[in-house]
């Protein structure tokens, strides 16, 4: 099933979104307009805007606010990416030049700090404070999530424990507030707010593990970016630590410092793709939905709801 036919109930809004985002994106100075423009161009599946949407169907929500609240949270998105991209001295994203290969590392960090704080002035401008410390909050744990990561780089002893921890705030959050806000805009009740917050929390961490899996499964193409990178650049991701299990795997594991070639991870590529890892890895996907579809039992049957089940469903088999 495509994510076209998935969004059925909000394609009118997901629309009103993009249309948002193409007017408030833009700035005076000419640079970061061409960042945000091509960060648009780029494209994207629209999945937190989506969240926000599907978990609003469940009260009465302003429609204006909603899809201001939806493309504020899709603006602190690209942002992340594209300090993500700097970060990780990357070239491609979704198969395009990214901000940083097409201007320069100081435009690209500029450029995400300027959606930053157009994100929360656009949120800011409803005059709803639980809606601001939401968004803040999940900006925080965003920030808190890639400083833990840099410092994890190569640190191929560290826990199970830290990598989950460092996936929610890095990923799971944002996915989590998609769910809340919507929920905050529609004024749900407390229980119904409580269960779309944990839907998005566990659908947030689904989407993490499967974007780790896709590190090493998907081909280039469908990636949008070069294969095992989170390897090269010392991330240690589920199938890793599944694989690890392996002494002689992880006696190899070690030896991997300060970005090695495609040819010397090859080798660590070959031995994890012939174990159970990334068996185990879908595995763990899929307790992940599963779980995040429990979390929506109470919350009456409604077309909404089946999308969100369906949204969880595409998270935990997409290929890209």
């Not at 280039?220 to 630590?241: C, N, Q, S």
Request: proline share 3%.
């Amino acid at each position: 099933m495509s994510l076209h036919s998935i969004y059925r109930d909000v394609t009118k809004e997901v629309n009103l979104v993009d249309r948002f985002l193409t007017n408030h994106i833009a700035s005076e100075e000419p640079t970061i307009d061409a960042a945000g423009q091509q960060l648009l161009q780029a494209g994207g599946k629209r999945i937190r805007p989506a969240f926000v949407l599907l978990a609003s169907k469940f009260g009465q929500a302003d429609r204006d606010e909603l899809v201001r609240v939806a493309a504020s949270l899709e603006l602190v998105h690209m942002a992340s990416l594209v300090h993500d991209d700097v970060i990780d001295d990357a070239e491609l994203r979704r198969g395009k030049p990214t901000v940083m290969q097409r201007f320069d590392e100081e435009v690209a960090l500029y450029s995400g700090n300027y959606l930053f704080g157009e994100a929360v002035k656009l949120i800011g401008e409803i005059g709803k404070p639980e809606l601001v410390q939401v968004m803040v909050h999940a900006m925080r744990e965003i920030c808190e999530g890639e400083i833990e990561q840099i410092y994890d780089q190569y640190d191929w002893h560290q826990s199970i424990k830290r990598y989950i921890k460092r996936i929610e705030r890095k990923t799971a959050i944002l996915i989590e507030a998609s769910c809340h806000l919507g929920a905050i805009v529609a004024n749900c009740s407390k229980e119904d707010t409580k269960a779309l917050r944990q839907f998005g929390r566990d659908i947030g961490l689904a989407f993490q593990i499967a974007d780790d899996l896709l590190d090493f499964t998907a081909n280039r193409v469908e990636l949008g970016k070069p294969v095992a990178e989170d390897l090269r650049h010392g991330h240690k991701t589920l199938p890793v630590f599944y694989a690890s299990e392996n002494p002689a795997f992880f006696e190899e594991l070690v030896k991997i410092q300060e970005m090695p070639s495609h040819e010397e991870v090859a080798p660590l590529l070959d031995r994890l793709q012939a174990s159970d890892a990334l068996e185990r890895t879908q595995q763990t996907v899929d307790l992940y939905i599963k779980r995040a579809i429990r979390r929506l039992e109470h919350l009456p049957k409604s077309s909404a709801k089946r999308s969100l089940e369906e949204v969880a469903r595409y998270v935990g088999k997409r290929k890209g």
